[in-house]
């Protein structure tokens, strides 16, 4: 379908607000992370790009991929939704690309709130990243989205249950989450006792957000994650029906 085509379909479904493209993965998605259902109270709309698996978004990074997230993108726009957000980080990398090809506001990465964050911080603290892979997170992810390559940052062990779960190594039982909360509190402490002029925490994983209260009882810092970010992205978006 061509974009004159587009513009000229009415949505499918109305309401919607926001849609997420999805990973295709088959990990447990715990409530409070951007891909279970009750954690959101505005209406969302998913849908995964086959073929976009934690290791060629994350390792691989994302070649071969813009195309069908872009085309997924259109899908939901078509469907009604009027903005899209992603279910990883790394896909930083696609921000420019996806905004300059979609009619709606794009957020593809909770990288995006790092410049904004940063200014709010008192003089002399900067900003540090928690992500699930340090190695994979390059200089090129953070340009992508406007953040100093100088930005502190600390990734999930590659041993850790987490790393292993969120890349569909294994599968977690209900007794692993308090695993999970405690490595990312672990990962948390580490990261703000080899930077001490780290003032907040931005979690670039989108698996994440179910351990931030944690991470904010266990440092004292704020921490901001992509389901904070996508609340506040969708009320700006979201239609008020009288």
Not at 31 to 38: K, M, S
Not at 154 to 166: K, P, W
């Amino acid at each position: 379908m061509d974009t004159n085509d587009r513009a000229l379909q009415r949505p499918v479904v109305n309401g919607l607000t926001l849609g997420i493209l999805m990973l295709d993965t088959r990990f447990v998605r715990f409530p409070g992370e951007i891909g279970n259902g009750l954690t959101w109270s505005t209406p969302v709309q998913f849908k995964v790009v086959r073929g976009a698996t934690p290791g060629r978004v994350i390792d691989d990074e994302g070649r071969g991929l813009l195309g069908p997230f872009i085309e997924a993108a259109h899908e939901l726009i078509d469907l009604g939704v009027r903005g899209i957000a992603t279910s990883c980080g790394f896909l930083a990398l696609f921000q420019r690309e996806m905004a300059e090809a979609l009619p709606v506001p794009v957020a593809t990465s909770s990288l995006l709130q790092i410049p904004v964050v940063e200014r709010m911080l008192p003089k002399g603290k900067r900003v540090g990243i928690l992500t699930i892979n340090r190695e994979a997170l390059t200089d090129r992810h953070l340009a992508a989205v406007g953040v100093d390559a100088m930005t502190p940052i600390v990734g999930m062990a590659d041993n850790s249950l987490f790393r292993r779960v969120f890349t569909d190594q294994v599968l977690p039982s209900a007794t692993d989450f308090a695993i999970l909360e405690q490595e990312m509190v672990d990962a948390a402490r580490t990261l703000v006792a080899s930077y001490p002029d780290v003032g907040a925490i931005v979690c670039e994983c989108t698996n994440m957000p179910p351990f931030s209260r944690a991470l904010r009882a266990a440092t004292g810092l704020p921490v901001f994650d992509v389901v904070g970010m996508l609340h506040w992205f969708a009320a700006a978006i979201q239609l008020q029906w009288r």
